[in-house]
């Protein structure tokens, strides 16, 4: 009975490649989220999608893609890897923007 | 933009007393929300507590309480009994009501890491 989940949880890659981070919530929420948290423990946004529709899409490079099939999964693709987008990557939901945010439990992406 | 600054990198309280901890933020908004969330170890990341702008009344739960001061632009949490569970990284947070795309975002500041000493 997961609320929001994510797969996979630990993510080891090398330079170049392309993955992807799927996210799935079975809350009902309409609106979804990505958010990078860096090696300072920084968090911040890279997208909000409301109803399928992307809301808020931050500084983040074309290399990330989003893709929301439907109200409840939201995944991101990443492009030729880099070295810099090591982070945890934190899928969120709420109910529109009043509800309070619930969080998955975060991947831990490492490029090598 | 919104800015939410947390002071205090680290801070340590010993099992049973209370600690507070700082959060300011800049805003030229009336209406919002403000938020700490909890992150232990597991990386989970927890809501603690939430405060909406338009309510004095400052928000409680259980042990965590928070001092807002909307004219100082000040939000900070206080732990009271603290428990070795609750060492972990503390964010405080700021959204805007919904009146735009700045609605469907937490503004988040880089955090404080609290020790519990037994």
């Known amino acids: 009975d997961t609320a929001v989940s994510q797969t996979p949880k630990y993510l080891v890659t090398q330079m170049g490649n392309d993955k992807s981070i799927k996210c799935e919530q079975n809350l009902g929420h309409d609106t979804m989220y990505w958010y990078k948290q860096d090696s300072k423990k920084f968090l911040k946004i890279m997208f909000s999608y409301n109803n399928k529709e992307l809301i808020i899409n931050e500084t983040v490079p074309n290399r990330f893609s989003p893709k929301s099939p439907d109200k409840a999964h939201l995944n991101l693709h990443i492009n030729s890897l880099e070295l810099g987008d090591s982070a945890v990557y934190f899928c969120?939901?709420?109910?529109?923007?009043?509800?309070?945010?619930?969080f998955g439990p975060g991947t831990r992406l490492t490029v090598t | 933009a919104q800015t939410v600054t947390q002071s205090q990198p680290e801070m340590s309280v010993q099992e049973a007393e209370t600690v507070t901890l700082s959060c300011t933020y800049d805003t030229s908004e009336s209406d919002y929300y403000l938020f700490w969330y909890k992150q232990p170890p597991s990386r989970q990341m927890i809501l603690v507590i939430r405060q909406e702008a338009y309510k004095q009344q400052n928000a409680t739960e259980n042990r965590f309480s928070v001092n807002f001061q909307k004219a100082a632009k000040s939000f900070s949490l206080k732990i009271s009994d603290s428990q070795l569970g609750d060492a972990a990284m503390y964010f405080c947070a700021y959204r805007s009501r919904p009146s735009g795309a700045g609605s469907y975002q937490l503004t988040f500041g880089k955090g404080t890491k609290l020790s519990v000493i037994p």
């Open positions: 969120a939901s709420s109910q529109g923007p009043v509800g309070v945010l619930t």
